[in-house]
C-alpha cells in the first residue's frame, strides 16, 4: 500500500520541480544543520501526510499504549501482581538491570506515573500500523519535531501554505500548562528543570535543549543539583542554594540508572547524591519516573497483548510488527539524485504525553527513511479539514492561563551561567581572531608587491602577531617567510584546524557548542548565522573555495549580526551580565596580546607605520585616530587613544568601564574582594602607562622575539620595551579576574574543558 499526499501538495510539488525540490532539501538541511552538529542531515522536504481518519486510528492506539505502559509502571513498581500471572516474563523482567527495586513505592503526585514516551511506528503494505520500539526511559523527538517542521515552512513555504495541518504549538502550550499544574503546591507555582547530560550525540542534545525551552524550564546538569533533608535544590552562581531554590519536578533526560551514585551505583555522569530518597519523600517528582526503561524489554513488549487485556480489559490495538511485513511506501526525493519523486518506506517517531485529563499525542513527529538509500528526515503532517468545525476545534486547543499563582523565577544555574559567560569569550575569539587573519591578509598583499627589507620586516611581524595572538606556537616565527606555499599552509591551518587550539575553526566549534546549550536564552535568529558561519569555515578548506580575504570577511560580518541579535534579544539580566563579563575580559586581552605583539618591540618608522595602521584596521580605531590627531599613524599616539578613548568600543578604556559596570551587577551575598582586587590593580596599571615611557626602548640591539629561531623571528626582531613587561602583568590581573569568576560563580575552570582553551 501507498500514501497518496493531497492534490494541492502534489501541485504545490510539481511546481517547484526537481530543482527546486533539490535546493528547498539543502537549504533545510543548512539551516537545521547550525543547529546541531557540523554535518549536516539529510533531509527531505516531501512531508508525510496523514490523513484525519488515519491519525485518528493511530492515535487511539498510542494513547492506549500509554494508558498500557502507565497500568504496567505502577504495578511493577508498587503490588506486582503481574509478576505472579502467567502472561508476564517474569524470569526476564527479574532479571534486567532496568528493573531498579529501589525505585518501588515511590509515589506520583499525579494521577499518572509516566510524563511521555516516544514510539517509533510503521504502516504495512496491507494499512496496519505497528509499534516497532518505545523510548520510555529517556523520550525523545518534540524538539526535532518542532525544529524540522520550522526549517521547512521557511525553505519551503508553498509547501507549507498548499495543506490545511493540525499545528505543533498548542500542543506544547497544553503540555506546559499541565505540568504547571501539577507541579504547584501550597498556593504557589512549583519550578521545573530539565537534567541532560554532555551527549556525544549533536542530534540528541539539540532535541532535549529544545524540549527544554518548550518547557520553560532551565537545562541543568547533574552538578548544579543537590539534596539536603529530602529536597532538592539548585546550586545558584554566587551562593549556596536555600530553601527558596528547591526543586518541585525534575524532567529527567538522562537515563534512570546515572542519576544516584547513592541508591543506584556509581556512574561516568556523577549524578545527584540523594536523588532517589528525595522523589521517595514526596520533596520532588521525576518526570519519567526513575526505572521507566524495564518497560523497554523486548520480551515485555511482545507481552503486551495479553497485558492489555489483563490490566485494561481491551485488545490491544498496535500490536508489534509481524515478521516479514513490508512497510508502506512515501513519497519522497529520490535517494539516488533522479529528478521524479520515488516512494520510500519510512518510520514514524511520535511523542505521547499526559495531561491533566489523560494522555495525548503529539501532531506531527519525524519520519525517517528506511531503506538502502541514505537516511532522511521527514515532517510528519496531520491534516485536517477545511471546515469551520476544525478551525474552532483548531482554536480551542491552546489552553487559557490560569491565575492564582506566579511562575516560579527561572533560576540560573551554575553551568548555564559558566556557558554564558564562555559563550562571550568564543564569540569575542573568533571575531578577533577572524579579524586579524583579514588584515593580516591585506597587508601581506600588500607588503608582498612592495619587496624589499621594510616590507619583509612588517609581514614577518604581522605575521608573528598572528601567533602570539592565537597562542597557536610555533606558528610564523619558526616558518621561512620566503617560502610562500609553508605559510600558506600555516595559514590554512590557523583557519580549518579544528584541532588545533587556538585556531579560528577550533574557537568557532567551541562557540557553536555553547551556543547550543543556551537555546531558551538566545534569540531563534543566530541559527542561520551560526549555520552561514559554519558553511564559509568549511568552505575556506575546499580546493575551489573562494579567497581566503572573502571568506573571513563573512565570518565577521557573521559575528556583527550574532552580536546584534544577542544584544536585541537577551533580556537585560544575569544573563546579559554573564556574557557582557566574558566578552570584555576576552576584547581587552585580545587587543593587550596584539597591542604586545606589533608594539612591544621598536624598528624602524618605515616599518612601525606599516604595522600600526594594520592595528588601527584591527581595532576598528582609524577614523577616530584621524579626527583626534590628524597625522599619520604613530605608535605613541595609537597607543594613548587605545588607551584613554572611552567612546571607542574597542578600545582598553571602554572594555575596562563595561567591564567594571558589569560586576558591579553580579549578584553577592557578602563583598568579594577577590574580584575587585584584580580590576582594581588592573585599571591602576594601565591608568599609569604613558605612551611614550612604554615604547621607549629599554636596549639598543635588537634579537628575535619570544626566543624563537626561525626565519620569520630573525627578520621580525626588534628593541623591547616596556610595554612587554607591563602587558604581562596585565594580562596576569585578567587571569586573575577569570578565574575568580569561575571560582565564584561556576564550575571549574574552562581549561579542563575539550571545547577550548583558558589563554586567559
Not at 521524479?340 to 514514524?348: D, F, G, S
Not at 564569540?427 to 593580516?440: F, P, W
Request: with cysteine; hydrophobic share 45%; aromatic share 4%.
Amino acid at each position: 500500500m501507498t500514501s497518496t499526499p493531497p492534490q494541492a501538495l502534489v501541485d504545490e510539488l510539481d511546481a517547484l520541480g526537481p530543482r527546486g525540490r533539490r535546493r528547498a532539501a539543502a537549504s533545510a538541511a543548512a539551516m537545521f544543520a547550525g543547529d546541531v552538529s557540523a554535518t549536516a542531515p539529510v533531509i527531505d522536504p516531501v512531508p508525510v501526510v496523514l490523513d484525519a481518519e488515519s491519525w485518528a486510528q493511530l492515535s487511539a492506539g498510542l494513547e492506549q499504549r500509554m494508558r498500557l505502559l502507565d497500568a504496567l509502571y505502577a504495578d511493577l513498581y508498587g503490588p506486582r501482581t503481574v509478576l505472579s500471572a502467567d502472561v508476564a516474563p517474569v524470569e526476564e523482567l527479574l532479571q534486567d538491570p532496568a528493573y531498579l527495586r529501589t525505585a518501588v513505592g515511590i509515589p506520583s503526585r499525579g494521577s499518572h506515573h509516566l510524563f511521555a514516551i516516544s514510539s517509533t511506528v510503521a504502516r504495512t503494505a496491507e494499512g496496519t500500523w505497528v509499534v516497532l520500539e518505545d523510548s520510555v526511559d529517556v523520550p525523545d523527538g518534540a524538539g526535532t519535531t518542532l525544529e524540522l517542521r520550522r526549517v521547512l515552512s521557511r525553505c519551503a513555504p508553498t509547501l507549507y501554505r498548499s495543506t490545511a495541518l493540525r499545528r505543533l504549538h498548542p500542543y506544547f502550550d497544553t503540555l506546559r500548562t499541565a505540568l504547571h499544574q501539577r507541579t504547584r503546591s501550597d498556593g504557589r507555582a512549583g519550578r521545573t528543570v530539565v537534567l541532560t547530560e554532555d551527549t556525544e550525540d549533536p542530534l540528541r542534545a539539540f532535541d532535549h535543549s529544545w524540549l527544554a525551552n518548550l518547557l520553560g524550564a532551565p537545562i541543568v546538569s547533574a552538578g548544579d543539583l543537590r539534596t539536603g533533608s529530602g529536597a532538592l535544590t539548585l546550586r545558584l552562581p554566587g551562593r549556596d542554594s536555600d530553601p527558596g531554590d528547591a526543586v518541585d519536578a525534575l524532567v529527567r533526560l538522562v537515563p534512570s540508572q546515572l542519576v544516584d551514585p547513592l541508591d543506584l551505583g556509581p556512574t561516568p555522569l556523577g549524578g545527584v547524591t540523594g536523588l532517589v530518597e528525595a522523589a521517595r519523600c514526596g520533596d520532588v517528582e521525576v518526570f519519567n519516573p526513575l526505572g521507566a526503561g524495564l518497560l523497554e524489554n523486548p520480551h515485555l513488549r511482545d507481552a503486551l497483548p495479553d497485558l492489555c487485556r489483563q490490566l485494561l480489559h481491551e485488545d490491544l490495538l498496535l500490536r508489534p510488527a509481524a515478521p516479514g511485513a513490508v512497510e508502506a511506501g512515501w513519497l519522497g526525493l529520490d535517494p539516488a539524485g533522479g529528478d521524479a519523486l520515488v516512494e520510500r518506506p519510512a518510520r514514524l517517531r511520535l511523542l505521547v504525553t499526559s495531561t491533566e485529563d489523560g494522555f495525548d499525542v503529539l501532531p506531527g513527529g519525524v519520519a525517517v527513511t528506511a531503506d538502502d538509500g541514505p537516511e532522511a528526515l521527514k515532517d510528519v503532517w496531520v491534516a485536517v479539514p477545511r471546515s469551520a468545525a476544525a478551525d474552532a476545534a483548531q482554536s480551542a486547543e491552546a489552553p487559557t492561563t490560569p491565575f492564582g499563582a506566579l511562575a516560579a523565577y527561572p533560576a540560573m544555574t551554575r553551568s548555564v551561567g559558566s556557558d554564558l559567560f564562555w559563550f562571550g569569550r568564543y564569540l569575542e575569539r573568533v571575531d578577533s581572531t577572524a579579524r586579524l587573519l583579514r588584515t593580516m591578509l591585506d597587508s601581506v598583499n600588500d607588503l608582498d608587491s612592495e619587496g624589499g627589507p621594510t616590507a619583509r620586516t612588517a609581514q614577518a611581524v604581522l605575521l608573528g602577531a598572528v601567533t602570539e595572538v592565537t597562542t597557536t606556537y610555533p606558528g610564523f616565527p619558526a616558518v621561512d617567510l620566503h617560502d610562500r606555499e609553508t605559510v600558506r599552509t600555516e595559514i590554512e591551518s590557523l583557519l580549518t584546524d579544528r584541532g588545533r587550539p587556538g585556531s579560528l575553526a577550533q574557537s568557532y566549534a567551541a562557540l557553536a557548542h555553547t551556543t547550543r546549550t543556551l537555546r531558551d536564552l538566545i534569540s531563534d535568529d543566530v541559527w542561520p548565522v551560526i549555520a552561514r558561519m559554519n558553511q564559509r569555515l568549511r568552505a575556506l578548506a575546499g580546493h575551489d573555495a573562494a579567497p581566503l580575504e572573502q571568506g573571513l570577511t563573512e565570518i565577521v560580518d557573521g559575528c556583527l549580526t550574532l552580536s546584534g541579535a544577542v544584544a536585541d534579544s537577551m533580556p537585560r539580566n544575569l544573563a546579559w551580565d554573564l556574557t557582557e563579563v566574558g566578552r570584555k575580559i576576552e576584547r581587552a586581552s585580545s587587543l593587550l596580546a596584539l597591542l604586545r605583539a606589533v608594539l612591544g618591540r621598536r624598528r624602524s618608522h618605515a616599518v612601525e607605520a606599516r604595522t600600526s595602521a594594520a592595528v588601527a584596521l584591527i581595532t576598528e580605531a582609524g577614523a577616530s585616530y584621524r579626527r583626534a590627531y590628524h597625522a599619520a599613524v604613530q605608535p605613541e599616539l595609537l597607543l594613548e587613544l587605545l588607551l584613554a578613548d572611552t567612546t571607542l568600543p574597542r578600545s582598553i578604556a571602554f572594555q575596562m568601564d563595561r567591564l567594571g559596570l558589569a560586576l558591579d551587577r553580579l549578584p553577592e551575598v557578602e563583598p568579594t574582594p577577590e574580584l575587585r582586587a584584580p580590576l582594581t590593580a588592573l585599571r591602576s596599571r594601565l591608568g599609569a602607562w604613558d605612551p611614550q615611557e612604554m615604547l621607549r626602548p629599554l636596549a639598543a640591539e635588537e634579537g628575535p622575539v619570544g626566543g624563537a629561531t626561525g626565519a620569520g623571528a630573525a627578520v621580525a626582531g626588534g628593541a623591547p620595551t616596556a610595554l612587554l613587561e607591563e602587558v604581562d602583568a596585565a594580562m596576569d590581573s585578567l587571569r586573575e579576574l577569570a578565574t575568580a569568576l569561575e571560582n565564584r560563580y561556576f564550575r571549574p575552570s574552562e581549561s579542563t574543558s575539550r571545547w577550548g582553551i583558558d589563554d586567559v
